[in-house]
């Protein structure tokens, strides 16, 4: 089954915010290259329920004053890079054990004047809040 869903998962999306926000929830099927945009706004990007097969996904980041949090499930392993000027990226992610097939969810870009936050919650958890400082 994992198969035929991967056959036919997006080769590549993009959700954009500009002075606003955007939040991606819920099961749906995340492409094999995902962008998220914003400027002066957010985004929250949930892929507890989602369609993440085996093998790497790549997440480009931009943000431009303000701020992006991805959420995901314990058995995704989070690989995270970029740059962050007059803001930050943080990985509260927790890294599951090795396991073969594994998703394994690749995030690169930016932000200036802002932040990318990256969280483990199990599907069934309450969403993180934006002030929320440990695990």
Request: charge should be positive; aromatic fraction near 6%; include cysteine.
């Amino acid at each position: 089954m994992l198969a035929d869903m991967s056959a036919s998962r997006p080769e590549h999306r993009r959700v954009t915010a500009v002075f606003g926000g955007v939040k991606r929830a819920g099961r749906w099927q995340v492409p094999r290259k995902f962008s998220v945009n914003v400027l002066m706004g957010g985004a929250q990007i949930d892929l507890r329920d989602c369609d993440l097969p085996p093998g790497p996904t790549e997440l480009k980041v931009r943000c431009l004053g303000g701020g992006i949090a991805v959420i995901v499930r314990p058995d995704v392993v989070v690989d995270l890079s970029g740059f962050s000027f007059l803001g930050g990226f943080h990985d509260k992610s927790v890294p599951p054990a090795a396991a073969p097939e594994q998703s394994l969810l690749r995030i690169s870009g930016f932000t200036v004047m802002g932040g990318l936050h990256v969280w483990t919650r199990p599907p069934d958890s309450e969403q993180p809040r934006s002030r929320e400082r440990d695990g």
